[in-house]
Structure formats: C-alpha cells, structure tokens
T-cell receptor
Framework: QQKVQQSPESLIVPEGAMTSLNCTFSDSASQYFAWYRQHSGKAPKALMSIFSNGEKEEGRFTIHLNKASLHFSLHIRDSQPSDSALYLCAVSPNSGTYQRFGTGTKLQVVP | DAGVTQTPRHEVAEKGQTIILKCEPVSGHNDLFWYRQTKIQGLELLSYFRSKSLMEDGGAFKDRFKAEMLNSSFSTLKIQPTEPKDSAVYLC???????????FGAGTRLSVL
C-alpha cells in the first residue's frame, strides 16, 4: 500500500526566507503529485501539482519532482506570515483514483 | 459558484450514538470523497464515489462507517455506533472528474465523549 511521508513535521522561518517542504512516496508507479495548503480551521486548498519529473514554478511557489528518488518538494520564496498553515502533499497512481495524503508540515512564518 | 458545503461544522456525541454528517459537493462535480483528518494519521480515505457509484471504501472503516450519495448533489456519512476514537475532523471533497484537483469543504469537527 502506498505510503506518503512528509518532513519536517513543523517549521518556523523568518519572513522573507526560502522555505522547503519535503514529501516521499513508496509507489514508483505514481503519476500525480500535489500540494495543498490548510489554514487553521479552514478547508485544504490546492496549491500546485505536477505529473512529470522536473520543476514547475507559479509565483513564489516551486514544485520539484524526482520520481527515481520517490521524492517531491515545495519551495516557497520570500515566505510571508500569510503562508503560515499546514501543508499537505498528495500522491495518486493515475487520474481515476483517490489521492493519498501525508500527515502534513506545519509552517509558521514569523515577522 | 458555491464551494463544498459541510454541515454541521461541529458535532458532539455520546459514545454509542449514531451521527450523520452531510456534504453538498460543488455543482457539476462527478467525484466525491470523504476523508478523516487527525494529527497522527493525517487524511485517511473513508469513501470515494464517482457519479454516485461507490468506487473505494477505506477497508479499516467498513464496519461502523457508511457513506451514501442520495443524489449527485448530496452525500451523507453515518457513523454507528460512535466511539471516542472517532473524534476527528471529517472532510468532504469533490472534483469534476476530468482533473485531479480536489475541492474541500471546511470539515465537521466531531467530538465523541
């Protein structure tokens, strides 16, 4: 059964810093990889997703995937206090199935 | 467009009670998911429906958890009987079916005493 693990469990960074969040998965046949962000008491909301090896950038956020290493990451440039939230990574084998989630990384950005 | 709506937002139950959580997906979405969220286990799949047909149900949750889609715009999750270990946030999510992005509701926080 697919295992999805995130690190670190929690992180405190100063405003303006680069933040890096990690996600590892166990099923090498996985084809869809995504990050969601959940502010306290709110619904998780999709941030970014990727299908193939490499990088994808959207604004201050970059997702990097290395299937051979069973690893993908989210990088946040110029972190802001509003980025403080729980970050969830998700993996699925293909488009027709459900996504498995990690337990999350709690990020706090301090002014 | 309205997002995913879940009711109630908070529920307190006594051990052994039956509770029903409700979800209205985004209009036009074909896929609907129920997940349970805890700090230790993260998000665990309870049920997955496509066009009202049950596609997956979380094996560990079969005995006391039952999700149904009465129609394409309404789903319920029944927990019977409740146990204190069921205390968690229950999230409902939907997606159009032609893309992978999930749209989540704000969840129902269940406390079982």
């Amino acid at each position: 059964q697919q295992k999805v693990q995130q690190s670190p469990e929690s992180l405190i960074v100063p405003e303006g810093a680069m933040t890096s969040l990690n996600c590892t998965f166990s099923d090498s046949a996985s084809q869809y990889f995504a990050w969601y962000r959940q502010h306290s008491g709110k619904a998780p909301k999709a941030l970014m997703s990727i299908f193939s090896n490499g990088e994808k950038e959207e604004g201050r956020f970059t997702i990097h995937l290395n299937k051979a290493s069973l690893h993908f990451s989210l990088h946040i440039r110029d972190s802001q206090p509003s980025d403080s939230a729980l970050y969830l990574c998700a993996v699925s084998p293909n488009s027709g199935t459900y996504q498995r989630f990690g337990t999350g990384t709690k990020l706090q950005v301090v002014p | 467009d309205a997002g995913v709506t879940q009711t109630p937002r908070h529920e307190v139950a006594e051990k052994g009670q039956t509770i029903i959580l409700k979800c209205e997906p985004v209009s036009g979405h074909n896929d609907l998911f129920w997940y349970r969220q805890t700090k230790i286990q993260g998000l665990e799949l309870l049920s997955y429906f496509r066009s009202k047909s049950l596609m997956e149900d979380g094996g560990a949750f079969k005995d006391r958890f039952k999700a149904e889609m009465l129609n394409s715009s309404f789903s319920t999750l029944k927990i019977q009987p409740t146990e204190p270990k069921d205390s968690a946030v229950y999230l409902c999510a939907s997606r159009p079916g032609v893309q992978n992005t999930l749209y989540f509701g704000a969840g129902t926080r269940l406390s079982v005493l």
